[in-house]
């Protein structure tokens, strides 16, 4: 069974552009969440979609954005890029549960460098 | 809201000695705790995982840990490490969903403890 597959792996954009990064689940996961993780904040909370719909939000600006197919593959979306938007960004998906804990996995992730 | 505490940045280890990485949560209800390993440029990888029952869990690579209410921990144990177990290993804290809606909330992390393995 493929794991959680993200494209690209690594790249380099310029301040001021916009970039898109795209997250296919595992099979059968129909939740898709998305982290950002940097040196110095650690790994945060971006957004997670569940049937197409954005359930929960962490504390991040309107630059970043996401969505969901009807596949269940997710983008997430970063516009006018800053310095700072550099970082490993993290998608992780889950087998939605009628109940209890739900086993989230990760993927390799891309690496984003904003020069 | 929720949030994760390893008091620990670094540890060293020798190769052979046993392990014991602390997690200390914040959370008002029962949390759902995982323990995730993280090599050099790679993703996260799932070592184990607390949702109810037993609170003695074992996972993958020989681990284990320890649910303890009382003193909000979650501590990450191997009793014996070997050199390839050097990564960054993280604890989280996850609200998950209790209704029939299911998903799953964000996880809160914690800052990371890197693991040096001395031969």
């Known amino acids: 069974k493929a794991g959680v597959t993200q494209t690209p792996r690594y790249l380099i954009k310029t301040r001021g552009q916009q970039v898109t990064l795209s997250c296919s689940p595992i099979?059968?996961?129909?939740?898709v969440s998305w982290y950002q993780q940097t040196p110095g904040q650690g790994l945060q909370f971006l957004f997670e979609y569940f049937s197409e719909t954005q359930r929960n939000k962490g504390n991040f600006p309107g630059r970043f954005s996401g969505r969901q197919f009807s596949n269940s593959r997710s983008e997430m979306n970063v516009s006018t890029l800053e310095l700072g938007d550099s970082a490993l960004y993290l998608c992780?998906?889950?087998?939605?549960?009628?109940?209890?804990?739900?086993?989230?996995?990760f993927g390799e992730g891309s690496w984003l460098t904003v020069v | 809201a929720q949030s994760v505490t390893q008091p620990d940045i670094h540890i060293t280890v020798s190769e052979g000695a046993s392990l014991e990485l602390r997690c200390n949560y914040s959370?008002?209800?029962?949390?759902?705790l995982f323990w995730y390993v993280q090599s050099p440029g790679q993703g996260l990888q799932l070592l184990l995982k607390y949702f109810s029952g037993d609170t003695l869990v074992q996972g993958i690579k020989g681990f284990e840990a320890e649910f303890k209410r009382s003193q909000s921990s979650f501590n990450l144990r191997k009793p014996s490490v070997h050199w390839s177990d050097a990564a960054e290993y993280f604890c989280a804290v996850g609200a998950g969903r209790r209704d029939s809606g299911g998903g799953a909330d964000g996880l809160t992390f914690g800052k990371g403890t890197h693991l040096i393995i001395q031969p």
């Open positions: 099979s059968g996961h129909r939740s």
């Open positions: 992780a998906s889950s087998f939605v549960a009628s109940q209890g804990g739900n086993t989230i996995y």
């Open positions: 959370y008002g209800a029962t949390p759902y």
